[in-house]
């Protein structure tokens, strides 16, 4: 029975031994990792949990490091008499908008607004969270949300809106129009009406 024991007992030191080179191998390994991790930087878009830190990191977030703008002008077409031309005149002070739909659940659409100056002209900067919407020209429009009382169009006055439609980039500014409103009085001359409004 002697020999029988001291087969055992040789094998069972042969696994520890083989135990032991795994283990060894195993630790090995696990802290080579561990020392490499130190010394490889990280890649922040690999740690970032949503959409919104990708827009962030991308230039879209709260630091401004981008300009997305909306352009137009109002303007009243009015005739003095039946044998004058119509004359475009500027609406100062005339409030404007531009809707986004931004595709989330919790809101429609994100509006924007902006007043005209004394040329007529309005100019809308978008804020940043809205800059990396895809496909801006169809997801956003520019209303015509009030007219002076004083403009002799005020009483014509309908809401109109329309798609916005990219124009220009450039030195970080992305642009876009709604190009001109045209908007006539409710009681016109004979004149306007073979001018075209829209």
Known sequence: MYP???NMTISFQENTNI???LLFIFFGFLGAHKTLARY????PLVELSSADDLRRVAGYGDEKLSTVVVSGSILCDVCLDKNSPPQSHPIPGASMAVSCDTG???SKSERVTGTTDEYGDFLIDLPSHLHALPDMENRCIARIIDLPKSSPCYQAFTG???KITFSSVGNGIRAYTAH???L???YSHPCMNAQETF
């Open 184 to 186: 006539t009085p409710k």
């Open 180 to 182: 001109e409103y045209h």
């Open 104 to 106: 989330k659940k919790t």
């Open 40 to 43: 490889v930087p990280e890649n």
């Open 19 to 21: 135990m032991r080179i």
């Open 160 to 162: 109109q809106h329309r």
């Open 4 to 6: 029988q024991m001291q």
